[in-house]
């Protein structure tokens, strides 16, 4: 049995655009990717309201031997998150979470250099930031990115993904001030499953969205 929803992020991306349609063609929105797979995603939104974009840097702080599985996130400006959960359930110590999180900040930093090329990070204040990803699992790298962006104070907070699953929704309508998503199966696989294609963006990919964005005189 097909799971797939969507062809591809950029179908993805073009379906949630429309749900997005309510932001388009104002000066105070700025779409906001979580690289890497949300870029794709984001660069329709960004095309179809004529809104700038740009990255939110995020990286998932794995457990120590079981990476895939997250203990926390960091987030471009140096927040972070921390999965209590996880880390009382398996023992993790304060000196182990530290020293993940200095591993993921580094690489966070690096990824940052090589998707900004020197562009500076866009000011949020008073701004409508739209949080885009390729969908919501555990939702523990967007939970960093609202932290992130929440401290710049902008006007307001969306999260907006193609897939995700029930729970997530009404979960992150908590903590966002608003949540559009274009598709919430029952049962929730996974993220990847609702996809034809889900081949891993790569770093050539992202950069090649940003600059094509940047071209448009709404990103200038």
Same mark, same amino acid.
């Given at each position: 049995?097909?799971?797939?929803?969507?062809?591809?992020?950029?179908?993805?991306?073009?379906?949630?655009?429309?749900?997005?349609?309510?932001?388009?063609?104002?000066?105070?929105?700025?779409?906001?990717?979580?690289?890497?797979?949300?870029?794709?995603?984001?660069?329709?939104?960004? +095309?179809?309201?004529?809104?700038?974009?740009?990255?939110?840097?995020?990286?998932?702080?794995?457990?120590?031997?079981?990476?895939?599985?997250?203990?926390?996130?960091?987030? +471009?400006?140096?927040?972070? @998150?921390?999965?209590?959960?996880? /880390?009382?359930?398996?023992?993790? @110590?304060?000196?182990?979470?530290?020293? @993940?999180?200095?591993?993921?900040?580094?690489?966070?930093?690096?990824?940052?250099?090589?998707?900004?090329?020197? *562009?500076?990070?866009?000011?949020?204040?008073?701004? /409508?930031?739209?949080?885009?990803?390729?969908?919501?699992?555990?939702? +523990?790298?967007?939970?960093?990115? /609202?932290?992130?962006? *929440?401290?710049?104070?902008?006007?307001?907070?969306?999260?907006?993904?193609?897939?995700?699953?029930?729970?997530?929704?009404?979960?992150?309508?908590?903590?966002?001030?608003?949540?559009?998503?274009?598709?919430?199966?029952?049962?929730? /696989?996974?993220?990847?499953?609702?996809?034809?294609?889900?081949?891993?963006? +790569?770093?050539?990919?992202?950069?090649?969205?940003?600059?094509?964005?940047?071209? @448009?005189?709404?990103?200038?």
């Amino acid at each position: 049995m097909a799971w797939y929803e969507f062809t591809d992020r950029r179908e993805a991306g073009r379906a949630l655009a429309t749900l997005l349609a309510h932001y388009a063609n104002r000066s105070d929105a700025v779409v906001l990717a979580l690289p890497r797979g949300g870029v794709p995603v984001a660069f329709e939104i960004a +095309s179809a309201l004529k809104a700038p974009l740009d990255v939110l840097v995020v990286r998932k702080i794995g457990v120590p031997l079981q990476r895939e599985l997250a203990m926390g996130a960091v987030a +471009s400006g140096g927040t972070y @998150t921390m999965n209590g959960d996880v /880390i009382e359930a398996l023992g993790i @110590t304060s000196a182990d979470f530290l020293a @993940t999180m200095q591993e993921e900040f580094e690489e966070l930093r690096r990824r940052e250099s090589v998707y900004r090329q020197g *562009r500076p990070s866009p000011s949020l204040a008073g701004k /409508i930031a739209l949080l885009v990803d390729d969908g919501l699992a555990t939702g +523990s790298s967007m939970r960093a990115a /609202i932290d992130a962006v *929440r401290a710049q104070k902008p006007a307001k907070v969306v999260v907006a993904v193609p897939v995700a699953p029930v729970e997530a929704r009404d979960e992150f309508r908590l903590l966002a001030d608003e949540v559009v998503c274009a598709y919430m199966p029952q049962p929730f /696989i996974a993220v990847g499953a609702h996809y034809r294609d889900f081949g891993q963006v +790569s770093d050539l990919e992202v950069g090649e969205l940003l600059k094509k964005a940047g071209t @448009t005189p709404e990103a200038a």
